[in-house]
């Protein structure tokens, strides 16, 4: 078909493309997979070749590839011709002229000023660093690194990195820029990490870089412990309580130990953390970013590499390396206390336990089955075997005691209560000490004047050993009676007066419990929600109210009223008629 003068013929729009796929479950449909956008596979098919690829003598990066500049443009190649011209040519001593400019080229400078960067080039090449302007620094790191094919790449490693090394105390910016610059020219000209930054140096130009994996050195043995320390853990075992000055040296030359240990494992075939299972991460970035450069030796790099400083699992991993060698030190200082370790695999845990058990040295301890001294064995009880005959025989003899006890406490309360004169005995009280057996007293608030204390009654429940009782008869049995018991048994409704009659000591009762009467109510019915409701109206808990209801009942009776049953409390039942006194309405 004839095209029309002046038009031109749009090419046909290129049809999108889907990936199918025909699944038999679903009776032979077929199914999408997946969208292809029209561009994608013929720009993977026509994806640009690299001009260089080569694997570096690194065992963190892994591959590089080098790419010339895909456009041209001409606004330095007049820097680059005279900086070809000025190469050969020495300077002389003269004196310092300033300079400044944002990008310093050889056009900005007068005679005077060209004068001054010659000589301070010199001397630069010798390796002395005089004092002078940032523009001219500058400028002879551009001239370097436009001037590669005249300059031999070692060579052109050293001048910068002595001049990052010489200049950076006096001139801060340039950490921003040679780093990186530093890392591309070598990578570009398949150069190794430069040796001269080594030590502390090496920490802090791995700060102000990118691509950090670049300027690790060494074998997995020891080069990488302490870059690993410093950017791939989350813990800083210097800032533990339990790693004090005294201990500073064990703990350093141990999770130093430990990590070599672990990167050899977790390596094979000179590649760092290759067994661990770790893909490695891909860094695409153009050379001498932000310099003055020719688009003759402008560049694109693409790198492949274990990233120590990116990667998440590797990070969690040497911060439970870390943590569970403190651990280690931690259990050989004796401290109790351990660390979190959240995913450490079998085999790392096994080769710390030996490392450690290797470095750590033997604890001594002491001996703890000493020879006993002679003249201590004489204190030492006689070894006898366990009796339940011997038990009663101590048990029969503690009861003759108890009863010799208790009849000379009586004696010495007939004693004090005989008169010593013709003046009449005071009447007891409630407080007082019980008498002799038979006498009769008055007791304020009884039910009448002549009553008396039985003779039956316990004689020193209410005297001086008042949880003593001694059985009647002269001979304790092999099974003897306690005195709790004892006491009990004196207390039950059998030997206690008809209701009715109470005793001196329980007289007044009811009255100094008429305030929580409502209270004992609830606990008579047994009802264990009345009991939390007239707590609550008194303004207390239940347990406080029960403690001083049987507060107030032991200074009377000598012994408590409420027990607890688990949901409630309830009364003894040998004290229950103490209670009886109040109106009928209780059951």
């Known amino acids: 078909m004839p095209v029309a003068p002046g038009s031109q013929e749009q090419p046909a729009p290129r049809a999108a493309r889907t990936v199918v796929h025909t699944v038999s479950a679903s009776g032979g449909q077929p199914v999408i997979h997946g969208y292809v956008y029209p561009h994608t596979a013929e720009d993977a098919a026509n994806a640009p070749q690299p001009d260089d690829e080569y694997v570096p003598d690194s065992a963190l990066i892994h591959r590089v590839r080098i790419f010339r500049w895909k456009s041209r443009y001409p606004y330095y190649e007049e820097f680059v011709r005279t900086a070809e011209k000025l190469l050969g040519e020495c300077g002389q001593r003269c004196e310092r002229v300033p300079f400044f400019s944002y990008v310093p080229q050889y056009s900005q400078m007068n005679p005077q000023q060209l004068a001054w960067y010659l000589h301070l080039r010199e001397c630069i090449r010798e390796g002395s660093f005089p004092d002078t302007d940032y523009s001219y620094v500058l400028l002879l790191v551009y001239e370097i690194l436009n001037l590669s094919d005249r300059i031999s790449p070692d060579r052109g490693q050293e001048l910068l990195c002595g001049i ?106 000179g590649r760092l953390f290759s067994a661990s299972g770790m893909d490695d991460s891909r860094l695409t ?113 503690s009861w003759n005691t108890t009863q010799k006890l208790v009849e000379a406490f009586a004696e010495e309360g007939e004693r004090q209560a005989e008169p010593s004169s013709a003046s009449q005995v005071p009447p007891m009280t409630g407080a007082g000490t019980a008498g002799a057996p038979g006498r009769e007293e008055s007791v304020p608030g009884s039910a009448s004047a002549s009553e008396t204390v039985p003779e039956t009654a316990p004689e020193a429940v209410h005297g001086p050993v008042s949880s003593m009782v001694t059985p009647s008869v002269t001979g304790v049995p092999d099974r003897a009676v306690s005195p709790e018991v004892s006491v009990r048994k004196a207390s039950t409704p059998e030997a206690s007066p008809p209701q009715g009659s109470q005793t001196m000591p329980e007289a007044g009762l009811c009255d100094a419990l008429s305030l929580y009467r409502a209270f004992l109510e609830a606990v008579l019915r047994e009802d264990s929600g009345a009991q939390r409701s007239e707590a609550a109206k008194l303004g207390r808990l239940p347990d406080a109210v029960a403690d001083e209801i049987n507060e107030l009942a032991a200074d009377r009776t000598g012994d408590i009223l409420l027990e607890d049953v688990g949901d409630g409390y309830r009364v003894l039942e040998e004290y229950r008629h103490l209670l009886d006194g109040w109106s009928p309405s209780v059951p």
């Open 164 to 269: 990052w090394s010489g200049y950076r105390e006096r001139f801060r910016q340039l950490d921003n820029y040679l780093p990186e610059w530093i890392c591309d020219y070598s990578l570009v000209h398949h150069l190794s990490s430069p040796a001269c930054l080594g030590g502390e140096l090496l920490a802090q130009i791995m700060q102000h870089c990118a691509l950090r994996e670049f300027y690790v050195s060494g074998g997995a043995a020891d080069g990488y412990v302490q870059v690993l320390l410093a950017f791939c853990c989350n813990y800083d075992y210097r800032k533990s309580k339990f790693c004090t000055p005294e201990n500073w040296e064990l703990f350093d030359r141990t999770v130093a130990a430990v990590l070599r240990q672990a990167t050899e494992l977790l390596s094979e075939s």
């Open 285 to 397: 970035r153009d050379a001498y970013s932000g310099a003055l450069c020719s688009w003759r030796v402008k560049r694109k790099i693409e790198i492949s590499y274990c990233s120590f400083s990116r990667s998440h699992e590797l990070r969690f991993l040497i911060t439970d390396i870390v943590k569970y060698t403190e651990n280690k030190l931690r259990a050989w200082l004796g401290v109790r206390s351990r660390l979190t370790i959240y995913a450490l695999p079998v085999r790392l845990r096994e080769r710390i336990d030996a490392a450690v058990a290797e470095l750590l040295p033997a604890k001594q301890t002491a001996n703890r089955k000493q020879e006993i001294p002679a003249y201590e064995r004489l204190y030492d009880l006689p070894e006898t075997p366990l009796s339940f005959s011997n038990a009663a025989d101590i048990e029969r003899l």
